[in-house]
Antibody, heavy 121, light 107 residues
Framework: QMQLVESGGGLVKPGGSLRLSCAAS????????MTWIRQAPGKGLEWVGY????????YKSDSVSGRFTISRDNTQNSLYLQIDSLRAEDTGIYYC???????????????WGQGTTVIVS | DIQMTQSPSSLSASLGDRITITCRAS??????LNWYQQKPGNPPKLLIY???TLQRGVPSRFSARRSGTDFTLTISSLQAEDFATYYC?????????FGQGTKVEVK
């Protein structure tokens, strides 16, 4: 079945870096836009950014632009989120998700991972 | 950026109640509006996409409507498993934005 599994989270000091990974299985990974979403403790969902199936285009939220880098390796069926200059406000659960649809007609995030927790302290 | 304003932020209801959650977009998103359900300790689950289309496997007690830039999610008869937090999200343009969430609690 379709599955996404995140890894790479952990406890890191302010100013540090992390590379989160998302391993996909059960679908043709390169056919889909992939998205990162984060959720601070007790808060709502925040869209971080996405990357197209080919790797271009990609887009990040203004709130993370410059510190976060989204990439993918279709040969490994993997999505990545490099986070630099970590801040306390980056603490939360980071989810990867698949976006259903085609360019010009996107229909939501239909497959989600369980998330990986980042704590900046 | 498109702002998504969801209301109420929380509501208390009983089993069997009919509830409605509203989401308003700050500009036209046509029908590119999705609804998610999230239970504690779990990732969100896509319930409805394209404003009114039920995702496969979602019970028919869930329904949704669009009126211009106003969108509603209705649960016709609340079941125990429906107590959760619900989010809307627009997929019309980037950045994709979520509403702030509506927590449905037991009265």
């Amino acid at each position: 079945q379709m599955q996404l599994v995140e890894s790479g989270g952990g406890l890191v000091k302010p100013g540090g870096s992390l590379r989160l990974s998302c391993a996909a299985s059960g679908f043709i990974f390169s056919d889909y836009y992939m998205t990162w979403i984060r959720q601070a403790p007790g808060k709502g969902l925040e869209w971080v950014g996405y990357i197209s199936g080919s790797g271009t285009p990609k887009y990040k939220s203004d709130s993370v632009s410059g510190r976060f880098t989204i990439s993918r390796d279709n040969t490994q069926n993997s999505l990545y989120l490099q986070i630099d200059s970590l801040r306390a406000e980056d603490t939360g659960i980071y989810y990867c998700a698949r976006e259903e649809g085609i360019v010009g007609a996107f229909y939501g995030l239909d497959v989600w991972g369980q998330g990986t927790t980042v704590i900046v302290s | 950026d498109i702002q998504m304003t969801q209301s109420p932020s929380s509501l208390s209801a009983s089993l069997g109640d009919r509830i409605t959650i509203t989401c308003r977009a700050s500009q036209s998103i046509t029908s590119y509006l999705n609804w998610y359900q999230q239970k504690p300790g779990n990732p969100p689950k896509l319930l409805i996409y394209a404003a009114t289309t039920l995702q496969r496997g979602v019970p028919s007690r869930f329904s949704a409507r669009r009126s211009g830039t106003d969108f509603t999610l209705t649960i016709s008869s609340l079941q125990a498993e429906d107590f959760a937090t619900y989010y809307c999200q627009q997929s019309h343009s980037t950045p994709r934005t979520f509403g702030q969430g509506t927590k449905v609690e037991v009265k």
